[in-house]
């Protein structure tokens, strides 16, 4: 929304424009606290969402350790062909990284830019929080 006197763009429900001072109507803060609350509950439901998102990732890491390399395993050592381990290992580690950057686990779940080693709770882009 945007102040009818000076044009400045206002987010949060609030009685005067930062802009110019002016009072904010009750009606237009009303469609500020409503605007605010949707974006909010939206905002926890794509964080509900990444968050689903990281665990079905862990719990495909966890498959592919207790369930692929073992059978790897069975087979390299029953056919005395080690390097069949290793093209495994080496296959499900490169695969699971590269489909992890497009399925989005190392982006931001809101903007979508890349997230690498911030450290922190919130996006370095967009500054929502996402732990």
Known sequence: ??????NERIDAPIAFCPGCGKEISKEDREQLRD??????AADADTLRNWKK???ITFVELFAGIV???????YFSLSLSRMWILYVFAALWL????FFGFIKGGVRCPFCGSLLGRTGG???PHCTKKIR
């Not at 929304?1 to 000076?6: E, I, N, Q, V």
């Not at 369930?67 to 395993?73: D, F, L």
């Open 94 to 97: 490169g695969l699971f990284i």
């Open 67 to 73: 369930i692929g390399y073992p059978i790897a395993a």
């Open 35 to 40: 605007e605010d609350n949707l974006r909010k």
């Open 121 to 123: 709770d919130h996006c």
């Open 1 to 6: 929304m945007r102040c009818k006197y000076c």
């Open 53 to 55: 998102y990281r665990i």
